[in-house]
């Protein structure tokens, strides 16, 4: 029997139990940097397995498989273990018992697919030369992101890791399909917060007041300007203002404007200029009116760049693993993931994982209240990481 259908065969085999992991963690959500039963479960299950979780942060943690000669190559897998805080809409037996946390982005399939493989790799040990570190990373959803954290803490030391695989749920592809794209991926993600501050008072009288509410609203309009006239066109950019709040009424001009959003592009000399370009617009916008601003952009994570080579490789494989029908190319993806991280240090891959099913209802996007996964994905999520790490421990 060649490795491939030894990978299925083996996953297939643990299908039942990988579906028990995963509603188990679905059940059971932890916020960033809060994932203690999640880690104790996880360690749990390695145990079961035959590794010791080392922990280098309060929650996170690896294990090393070693192969034959193991210092021959070290590679990394991750797989990222925290909830978001959303309150879940699905009525199903696994619906989150953790009452305003649901593993809406998928980090639960993650984690199940990374101790699937840990299984599938155990029983392989011996077919394959060096060793798999297996990362279980917490905190991707908020700053300064996990990964910082474990990269800082040693995780690619010790021995040094030449290389990383991590993989993402796609609910806009059906499951048994994944999709790669080599060089930039994902979007540094940095975090905008606004305060104006006016003078409040009567609606009926607005020249007595300063109006912050009209001025937030110039504010919102010209930070547009940023992406579609001071960006270069080559350069994607996206600037999103998501919060507002004006607690005035229909009579009532409030002091102050509270405001929040996003800045996402794709290049580091643009980014440091355009956080530069938003403070001083909303200074300026505020003092034309009398108002004072209190403007901040708190940087985040970097722009993920996927290494070419390996990702070239990556796909080939998943091609031989699946069928060249089931392996898309991806367009640029403007969300943030702290998996950039990993990208900045060692050469990394960073591929979707399909988890559409419209028979089974299976479609909402992730963030959202009704976010769930066809769990027959998860065989290719463990067999697939499985396959990528022994293909790349070969590659010299």
């Not at 996990?146 to 990383?164: D, Q, T, Y």
């Not at 499951?175 to 917060?193: H, N, Q, T």
């Not at 994607?236 to 005035?248: C, N």
């Not at 029908?325 to 991280?341: H, K, R």
Request: charged share 25%; net charge negative; proline share 5%.
């Amino acid at each position: 029997m060649n490795l491939i259908l030894r990978i299925k065969q083996i996953a297939n085999q643990h299908f039942d139990a990988m579906v028990a992991n995963r509603r188990h963690l679905h059940r059971n959500p932890e916020l960033s940097f809060e994932e203690f039963a999640t880690t104790k479960f996880i360690a749990e299950k390695l145990k079961e397995i035959g590794y010791n979780l080392q922990t280098i942060t309060e929650t996170g943690g690896y294990i090393d498989i070693l192969g034959k000669n193991p210092g021959s190559k070290v590679i990394a897998l991750r797989g990222d273990i925290d909830a978001l805080p959303i309150f879940e809409k699905n009525e199903v037996e696994y619906k989150s018992q953790n009452e305003g946390k649901m593993h809406a982005c998928g980090h639960d399939v993650h984690t199940t697919s990374l101790l699937g493989a840990v299984r599938i790799l155990h029983e392989l040990r011996e077919e394959f030369e060096g060793t798999i570190r297996c990362i279980f990373q917490p905190g991707e959803e908020r700053l300064p992101g996990g990964a910082s954290i474990m990269i800082r803490e040693g995780v690619l030391k010790n021995p040094n890791v030449e290389s990383i695989i991590g993989q993402h749920v796609m609910p806009l592809m059906d499951a048994g399909k994944v999709g790669f794209r080599p060089g930039l991926y994902m979007a540094s993600a940095d975090e905008i917060y606004i305060r104006v501050i006016g003078k409040g008072g009567h609606g009926a009288h607005p020249h007595q007041n300063i109006d912050p509410v009209m001025i937030a609203a110039q504010i919102i309009t010209q930070l547009q300007t940023i992406p579609s006239r001071r960006a270069k066109p080559s350069i994607p950019t996206v600037l999103s203002i998501g919060k507002v709040i004006a607690e005035g009424s229909t009579n009532i001009i409030p002091n102050e404007v509270y405001m929040e959003g996003t800045f996402r592009t794709y290049d580091e000399e643009w980014r440091a200029k355009a956080h530069q370009l938003i403070v001083q617009m909303c200074n300026d916008i505020c003092k034309l009116h009398g108002a004072t601003c209190e403007a901040e952009v708190r940087k985040g994570y970097p722009f993920l760049m996927n290494d070419e080579k390996l990702t070239e490789n990556a796909k080939q494989w998943a091609t031989e693993y699946l069928g060249a029908e089931n392996v898309l190319d991806l367009e640029l993806w403007p969300a943030g993931e702290d998996f950039a991280y990993y990208s900045q240090e060692i050469p990394a891959c960073f591929y979707r994982l399909g988890t559409k099913n419209e028979a089974q209802g299976k479609t909402s996007m992730v963030h959202t209240p009704t976010f769930d996964v066809d769990e027959e994905s998860l065989k290719i999520g463990s067999g697939l990481m499985a396959w990528l790490a022994i293909q790349e421990l070969q590659t010299k």
